[in-house]
C-alpha cells in the first residue's frame, strides 16, 4: 500500500460494501507470519456472525461507529477508537457505514 492511504482503500471497500448484498467488503491489507490486518467496510445495520478469533485481536474503527458484543455485553466502539477483542466469541454491528481494521494474532 505503499503510495495508497487506508482512507482511500476504505472509500473503496465502502463503494463496494453499499453494492453488495450481504453489506460489506474487505481486504487484507497485512498478512505475517504472526499476525493479520483486515480492513473492513460494513453498511449500517449489517453484522459479521459470531466467531471467536484465532488469537489476540483489536478493532479499530476508522470511521462510523460499530459495537463488538460478547454475550450480553456490548462495548461501542466509536469513530477513532481502538478496543481490544477479548478471548471469547462476539460478533461485530455496524451502528452506521463504517471502515474498520481487524489484527489479529495468527500462528
Known amino acids: 500500500m505503499s503510495a495508497t492511504t487506508l482512507h482511500t482503500v476504505g472509500d473503496e471497500q465502502l463503494q463496494r460494501a453499499r453494492q453488495a448484498s450481504n453489506g460489506r467488503s474487505s481486504t487484507t491489507i497485512h498478512r505475517g507470519s504472526r499476525m493479520r490486518q483486515?480492513?473492513?467496510?460494513?453498511?449500517?445495520?449489517?453484522?459479521?456472525?459470531?466467531?471467536?478469533?484465532?488469537?489476540?485481536?483489536?478493532?479499530?474503527?476508522?470511521?462510523?461507529?460499530?459495537?463488538?458484543?460478547?454475550?450480553?455485553?456490548?462495548i461501542e466502539v466509536p469513530e477513532g477508537a481502538l478496543v481490544d477483542v477479548p478471548a471469547q466469541r462476539h460478533d461485530l454491528v455496524a451502528e452506521k457505514d463504517s471502515l474498520v481494521v481487524l489484527t489479529v494474532g495468527v500462528g
Open 38 to 74: 483486515t480492513l473492513v467496510a460494513l453498511t449500517a445495520g449489517t453484522r459479521m456472525a459470531e466467531h471467536q478469533s484465532p488469537g489476540d485481536g483489536t478493532v479499530l474503527c476508522l470511521r462510523g461507529g460499530v459495537a463488538l458484543n460478547i454475550g450480553d455485553r456490548s
